[in-house]
């Protein structure tokens, strides 16, 4: 297969990759305020994230100008579609990891990531209440993705003094949150099973009440009601999705298996802060193990990606 064919089978769920690496680097900034750990890995992680993403930026671009109809293509699929607004979060949390290196950056990368997550936002929500195609079986975790992004604007945008706009995307996160989780739970419970390739997306359910605990950690600006139900429900599916560990073991490699990665990561910042707000000695040590696990998951993800990316397993015709 030629670079120009590869190039056309570039897929936009490769930014989930972003969003993990981001991830992680706002976990060990985070552990280098509570534990301590060298600052320095943060800041190493934070530009290689921002490398990555310039590359897949720029591969994508290419892509769409000379193979426009394959991204047609994907704005179409009901399950790809969901994905092409990892691209503006992954702008939000680039400017929320760089923002202590390099403020004026991160604003224009935050302020840009806001706005095109909003235009998705509006686009992906209009073209499921309009669509023609889209059915029970097509809704996966993965759909969380366009509406429930918001969430994550508010955790950099706080600081940046933005809090009317910060209060106006977490609005939009939390009521979508909530509408989707219950369509994703009664297609799971009344219908077929999520296929094997989808199984990963389960753990971007972690997410929203995660996420969302960090951001209202920064609106409310304390430990409240509130603030506790949601990091709770975090935990709790975490801890549901880990007790189903083999489930997950058996499953062959897939990109879709980097939607691991910035769900736990979240759950990770969630904990610290929840640490921070409480001084409870199993919550300290809660983060620290959670600190340990996503890390050696987004190593494990890399090598795996890598090594499929040699095998000539990524940018293929699906089978």
Same mark, same amino acid.
């Given at each position: ?159 940046? @003094? ?146 499929? @990316? ?10």
């Amino acid at each position: 297969m030629t670079g120009d064919q590869r190039l056309a089978h570039l897929p936009v769920a490769l930014f989930a990759m972003v969003m993990g690496l981001s991830g992680l680097t706002l976990v060990w900034q985070k552990s280098a305020e509570v534990l301590a750990t060298p600052a320095a890995i943060g800041t190493l992680l934070a530009l290689t994230t921002a490398a990555v993403f310039v590359i897949l930026a720029g591969a994508y671009t290419l892509k769409a100008l000379r193979h426009p109809d394959a991204v047609r293509a994907e704005l179409n699929h009901p399950v790809k579609l969901s994905f092409f607004p990892a691209i503006s979060i992954s702008l939000v949390l680039l400017g929320t990891a760089l923002r202590h290196l390099a403020p004026s950056l991160a604003l224009g990368l935050w302020g840009l990531g806001a706005l095109l997550h909003l235009l998705l936002t509006l686009y992906v929500v209009g073209r499921w209440m309009h669509h023609e195609q889209f059915e029970i079986n097509h809704i996966n975790p993965a759909w969380f993705i366009p509406a429930v992004g918001n969430i994550l604007v508010p955790i950099a945008g706080v600081g940046f @003094g933005q809090i009317t706009v910060s209060w106006f995307f977490f609005s939009i996160g939390i009521i979508f949150w909530l509408v989707l989780l219950t369509i994703v739970f009664y297609r799971m419970f009344f219908h077929a099973p999520l296929p094997d390739r989808l199984l990963p997306t389960l753990f971007i359910m972690i997410a929203p009440p995660a996420a969302g605990f960090i951001a209202w950690s920064q609106l409310a600006g304390e430990l409240d009601p509130l603030g506790r139900i949601l990091v709770n429900i975090g935990l709790f599916l975490t801890l549901l999705l880990l007790t189903q560990a083999r489930r997950f073991a058996a499953l062959p490699f897939a990109l879709s298996f980097w939607a691991y990665s910035f769900p736990l990561a979240a759950m990770t910042v969630a904990s610290f802060i929840y640490y921070q707000a409480t001084d409870l000695v199993a919550l300290r040590w809660l983060s620290t193990g959670l600190l340990a696990l996503t890390t050696l998951l987004i190593a494990w993800l890399i090598v795996l990606t890598v090594q499929a @990316g040699h095998r000539g397993q990524i940018c293929v015709a699906e089978g």
